[in-house]
């Protein structure tokens, strides 16, 4: 499903971090509910909406690392900037300076939807890929057709290199088995904060 010109401008910022060794995990989950809370109820001016999930493995990441992945919707890129102020002024600022102190790292990157229906609800997989070689972009889209018409799938294009990531990730309800040139890898998503806790 190609999205409307309005929805093609939705981007994920996409940032993961995980506690320093010692720090509490539920403790550290609970900071970042109180962080993400505090900025649904602020709203910046282009922020939509935002959900955290635990995720492990991911190979961009150091090894053994149980990150935490938070997804932040933004109307389109002026939203960066409102929300990165919101992030650290009041009210957000003490809750995500607790947060913050407590993180031994992260890494983020800039997505923008592709294909498919937002619906992160349905998000239990995020399938990571690239663009087979020699592959044109709007072939790729076609090669994803069938699976982007899917329920609950959608697919987010990194944007100008600003990530960690394969340049691809596919949210989806289950693990999807694609062809090796895919070079795809499968992250399972727990959530920990669903946007309207």
Same mark, same amino acid.
């Given at each position: 499903m190609r999205p409307t010109a309005e929805v093609r401008?939705? *981007?994920?910022? &996409? %940032?993961w971090h995980w506690p320093r060794p010692g720090v509490d995990r539920s403790a550290y989950e609970q900071d970042l509910r109180e962080f993400h809370r505090a900025l649904a109820t602020e709203k910046p001016s282009g922020f939509q909406y935002s959900l955290v999930f635990r995720v492990g493995n991911a190979p961009w990441l150091p090894a053994n690392v149980d990150a935490c992945e938070d997804w932040y919707l933004l109307d389109a890129s002026p939203a960066l900037d409102v929300l990165n102020e919101a992030a650290v002024s009041s009210p957000s600022k003490q809750v995500h300076d607790r947060a913050a102190r407590s993180a031994a790292g992260g890494v983020a990157g800039l997505y923008r939807f592709r294909r498919g229906r937002i619906d992160f609800n349905q998000a239990h997989f995020a399938v990571w890929l690239s663009k087979p070689e020699g592959t044109s972009y709007e072939d790729f889209y076609a090669l994803l057709d069938e699976i982007t018409s899917r329920s609950g799938v959608s697919l987010w294009?990194?944007?100008? &290199? *600003?990530? $960690?990531? $394969?340049? %691809?990730c596919l949210l989806t309800p289950a693990e999807l088995s694609l062809d090796k040139e895919f070079n795809a890898v499968n992250l399972s998503l727990d959530p920990i904060w669903n946007g309207s806790e």
């Open positions: 401008k939705m *981007l994920a910022y &996409v %940032f294009g990194r944007q100008m &290199v *600003l990530g $960690p990531t $394969p340049e %691809f």
